[in-house]
């Protein structure tokens, strides 16, 4: 089940950039799956924080490093 997140960059809370929604659910994104070879790029073995707007579906996607995640719910 996926976990029910808000994230931050630094000290900034991140927004869903289409609807404006601060309420996610987190799931790591595969950069290296089949279909994302075309890409080409250095950090295409590793893996990325993914995260999905509760209201709109929007996914954003960050390398991980600098992002915060915090529990929602539960
Ligand atoms: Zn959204």
Redesign the pocket.
């Known amino acids: 089940m996926a976990k029910i997140v808000h994230g931050e960059i630094g000290d900034k809370k991140i927004h869903?950039?289409?609807?404006?929604?601060d309420v996610f659910r987190e799931r790591e994104v595969k950069l290296n799956s089949s279909g994302m070879e075309f890409f080409n790029l250095a950090w295409a073995n590793e893996s990325a924080n993914g995260l999905i707007?509760?209201?709109?579906?929007?996914v954003h996607l960050f390398v991980p490093g600098r992002l915060k995640i915090y529990r929602a719910q539960g």
Do not use: A, E, F
């Not at 869903?16 to 929604?21: F, N, S």
């Not at 707007?53 to 929007?58: D, E, H, M, N």
């Open positions: 869903c950039l289409m609807c404006g929604g707007c509760c209201s709109c579906g929007y």
